[in-house]
């Protein structure tokens, strides 16, 4: 057993504070990375301090991994030490069903298996994510990254950069495609970013004014103030698609009317409560809305070679282990832009 440090939620109503646990030894097909530095994904925080139901304590989050391989066993080809690497949302799926065998295992009929909060298939014993000193993982789910992008600022492509890119690609969007992103946060961010860059005429809706400025410099065309109805109504029918990254509870046919004729809303914000559905609004302009979870394995290292081709990364603020639960504190204020790593360093 490999024996590794980590900071972990014991429970609910407690900060995190250091933890300690063992490892699996490294198998055939395994990889076993140094990690360097992890994202803080909202989810992280919501299953840290119990507000999903389904945690499993002590917790030891994390699942934007980014590291530097140590060893590998005998089997696995695409990995040596010495490479830097990276661990997404997924650790193992079955394998076998049709999903998988398309390598979209983020739909695997059986569930995929999370980096942290899942029992791990054989067994063992719940899995536990990147707010630790190493890690050790199957190296099909295991990516190559470029050493030419800033390795703290590619950990947030683990979860915010394919979970906003995999629904953008589905949905086809490329030149002369009209998307409003909807909401700009760690996916928003990453949302316009990726529109921009695949040649889209991206528009930021935002009910933040100040969001503007920020939302030019990421790459958006226009800003549109959500809080403005006047504003609103003139744009409605404007967009082929809607890229809905808000996780506060919102009106969807506020964002649905903006869509013309065939028009997408794709879903990847949250909310707290089920929404409430007009079915007017969907069905005026044959609108749709679709769901979209993380990404498969091929999509997601797809995804990774074309943010070292285009130099996109998110953009982000370090900081050391110690100070996680402040940062917790912070994102639910929306004080961040856009996405906390951890040194990992610090641990």
Request: aromatic content about 8%; some cysteine.
């Amino acid at each position: 057993m490999i024996a590794t440090k980590a900071y972990a939620a014991y429970q609910a109503d407690q900060p995190l504070r250091p933890f300690e646990f063992n490892r699996r030894e490294v198998g055939p097909h395994d990889v076993h990375l140094e990690i360097r530095y992890c994202g803080v994904c909202h989810s992280d925080l919501h299953r840290a301090r119990g507000e999903w139901d389904g945690t499993h304590f002590p917790l030891v989050p994390g699942h934007e991994i980014v590291g530097t391989v140590k060893s590998v066993g005998p089997a696995v080809t695409k990995f040596k030490p010495g490479n830097l690497a990276a661990i997404g949302v997924i650790v193992d799926s079955c394998r076998s069903c049709p999903s998988c065998r398309q390598h979209q295992e983020n739909y695997c009929d059986e569930g995929p298996t999370g980096t942290y909060n899942v029992m791990a298939r054989d067994g063992s014993g719940y899995t536990r994510g990147g707010y630790s000193s190493q890690i050790v993982t199957d190296e099909r789910f295991v990516y190559h990254i470029s050493s030419r992008l800033d390795q703290s600022a590619v950990a947030p492509l683990l979860c915010a950069g394919i979970t906003t890119y995999s629904p953008l690609k589905y949905a086809g969007v490329g030149k002369d495609t009209r998307v409003g992103v909807a909401g700009l946060g760690g996916l928003g961010h990453m949302g316009v970013k990726f529109a921009a860059a695949f040649g889209a005429e991206v528009t930021l809706i935002s009910h933040t004014p100040s969001k503007e400025t920020d939302g030019k410099r990421l790459g958006a065309h226009h800003f549109l103030l959500s809080s403005d109805q006047a504003q609103m109504k003139k744009h409605n029918g404007q967009f082929d698609v809607i890229l809905n990254c808000i996780s506060a509870q919102h009106d969807y046919k506020k964002y649905l009317d903006l869509l013309g004729v065939n028009g997408k809303m794709l879903v990847v914000g949250l909310p707290p409560e089920f929404p409430v559905l007009d079915p007017f609004a969907l069905i005026k302009n044959r609108r749709s809305i679709i769901g979209s979870m993380i990404g498969g394995t091929e999509e997601t290292q797809e995804m990774l070679d074309f943010c070292a081709e285009k130099n996109i990364v998110s953009d982000v603020e370090m900081i050391p282990i110690q100070k996680i639960d402040k940062a917790y504190d912070r994102m639910v204020k929306g004080d961040v832009r856009y996405r906390f790593v951890i040194d990992m360093a610090s641990l």
